[in-house]
């Protein structure tokens, strides 16, 4: 339950603190006294928007907080200790808005999104206001009260419904793109496979088109390349095949110059040092020699395929033109247009799948379409049947509820193949027409009411606390002291928390907290206080004539001896 609120610079309000009953709490006071400014406060609790014109004028922000008792295994205890929230002895829930419309959270002792707050609120207080009777003015809420009422065999029926659903939607979606992107899809084709034919009839290699670069400079140069190696190779060697006339060569000096050194180089190890030097300058230039006779030898002066060549890289040169910088470019390329050609070609007989498989989706999002409509019709004779009893003790014994499930006249939908409509006879042998046209405005407000105490004690509502904000509007009379009963029967088994101007209603209170203006127009924390006694009787004077004179006072008297005795009859 909520123990305590409190709501600091919101609206009129300055500083109110609010210590609730375990049952039926009745907020009155004034108009303007900031009555729903407590609903508001509750609301900014619970993850509502915030708003910086919320904020009291000249003050820098403003403060709800709110104590709640919950057990550590609730819901709400388990997804705040989530957030990291400190729950061993209740759940502190903060909230602040600055006057620039920044917005803070703090649930547990710990910082928290504002998001995580309306988690945790959505297992604790469910909140209606007179906003809440439009809800049943718009025929598509209807079914979200019908389906929150079947509880767990309407929603197992909605999610096998939807899943389906989405999964025809999603193949319906890839059919008709598949289909619109046909002519796209040829084109593409086309220029695939022209590609790949060129890299079929021209079958590049790895690496191709670097080896013809290279190739290409050594034929192109061929004859300078042949004729400088052959005067090398007579300047080392004195190859007489390659020189016109005898030239010193290198072999020849080395030879010399070892010649020279062969009588002395026993007398100096010195001497015989550099000797052997020079007979390895010997070997090298002898080695040299024979490398460079090879590569004359090698050397290829072939226009035939000089010409080829070039001809080739002119043809792989086309090819990195168009599909990559490189021939392994290229190559890269070709694998991935292959896939991709694949994937073109067998779009059709994709088509052909989906076609096949939208055919199937059809028939299991009908059939689980079926049976949600089983599912919501079984709900809705219950739901009729409790409403129209619970209306019984709103003083509309005679109205009858009927909640009509009918075919979908847009076909199906991701919600399914229903409308759901609250039908209302008001009166015997009346024509049953929707809820919104057949009820007057405190018509209204008791079904509302009704679907609220039914919908929260078939557990389609699984919170501990109910709040309503002024749900009694359109009410009075004896009508007003059913609803104060139905109210005082829902708070045995729930925490109730009522903003009303009715003392018919707020007759039936555990607790009754006033709001009173000061002087100033601002409520203290003094503004916001229980009231028992001759002191409660003297403010249900007030809201029943305006003043708390000798005679309104007793019929306060009256009115709180006979609620007294009509709780005492309904629990016996």
């Given at each position: ?163 389906v659903y989405d999964e025809h939607e999603a193949a319906v979606r890839e059919l008709a793109e598949l289909r619109q992107q046909g002519r796209e899809r040829a084109q593409e ?384």
């Amino acid at each position: 339950m909520l123990q305590e609120l409190r709501i600091q610079r919101l609206g009129v309000i300055d500083d109110a603190v609010l210590d609730l009953h375990p049952g039926l709490n009745v907020v009155t006071g004034e108009t303007g006294a900031g009555k729903t400014m407590v609903v508001t406060g509750l609301g900014l609790l619970l993850g509502a928007r915030s708003d910086a014109g919320l904020v009291r004028s000249g003050e820098a922000n403003a403060v709800v907080e709110g104590l709640v008792d919950v057990p550590v295994d609730h819901p709400a205890a388990v997804r705040a200790a989530e957030a990291g929230a400190d729950v061993s002895e209740g759940l502190v829930l903060v909230r602040s808005v600055s006057a620039e419309g920044r917005s803070r959270a703090h649930v547990g002792g710990r910082s928290a999104p504002v998001g995580v707050l309306a988690e945790v609120g959505e297992h604790l207080v469910a909140v209606h206001g007179q906003a809440d009777q439009w809800r049943l003015r718009q025929s598509d809420q209807h079914r979200a009260v019908l389906d929150t009422f079947g509880g767990a065999a309407v929603r197992s029926a909605l999610e096998a419904y939807t899943t389906v659903y989405d999964e025809h939607e999603a193949a319906v979606r890839e059919l008709a793109e598949l289909r619109q992107q046909g002519r796209e899809r040829a084109q593409e084709i086309e220029v695939l496979e022209h590609g790949l034919a060129q890299l079929e009839q021209l079958d590049p290699q790895p690496g191709e088109d670097a080896d013809l670069r290279v190739e290409d400079e050594r034929l192109s140069h061929a004859e300078g390349l042949r004729t400088a190696s052959a005067q090398a190779l007579v300047h080392l060697a004195g190859d007489e095949e390659y020189a016109a006339e005898p030239v010193p060569n290198a072999m020849a000096v080395v030879a010399a110059a070892r010649q020279a050194l062969a009588g002395e180089v026993e007398h100096d190890p010195a001497l015989r040092e550099l000797d052997r030097r020079l007979a390895e300058v010997g070997y090298l230039v002898g080695d040299l020699a024979a490398d460079l006779s090879s590569y004359v030898t090698d050397v290829d002066v072939d226009p035939g395929r000089l010409a080829f060549v070039q001809q080739r890289r002119a043809d792989l040169t086309a090819l990195t033109r168009k599909y990559g910088d490189t021939i392994d470019d290229v190559l890269e390329w070709g694998r991935t247009a292959a896939r991709r050609l694949d994937t073109l070609l067998g779009s059709d007989s994709r088509i052909e799948e989906l076609e096949q498989l939208v055919e199937e989706l059809s028939a299991r999002r009908d059939a689980a379409a079926t049976a949600l409509t089983a599912a919501r019709t079984e709900a809705a004779a219950a739901l009729a049947e409790a409403v129209t009893a619970e209306l019984a003790h709103l003083a509309m014994g005679s109205a009858t509820i009927e909640v009509r499930v009918s075919p979908r006249a847009a076909g199906p939908a991701r919600h399914g193949a229903d409308d759901v409509e609250v039908m209302l006879a008001a009166n015997p042998g009346a024509p049953a027409r929707t809820v919104a046209k057949a009820a007057s405005g405190g018509e209204l407000s008791r079904v509302m009411l009704a679907l609220e105490v039914v919908t929260g004690a078939s557990g389609g509502v699984d919170v501990p606390t109910f709040v309503f904000d002024e749900v009694d509007a359109g009410v009075g009379g004896a009508a007003a002291l059913d609803v104060g009963a139905r109210l005082a029967a829902l708070a045995r088994h729930a925490q109730v928390v009522v903003v009303t101007h009715l003392p018919q209603v707020a007759a039936y209170a555990d607790r009754h907290l006033v709001v009173r203006k000061a002087n100033d127009g601002h409520i203290t924390s003094s503004g916001v206080h229980a009231v028992e006694g001759e002191e409660r009787l003297r403010e249900l004077a007030r809201m029943m004539a305006g003043v708390d004179t000798g005679t309104s006072l007793e019929h306060a008297r009256e009115l709180v001896e006979q609620t007294t005795l009509r709780r005492a009859a309904a629990t016996s």
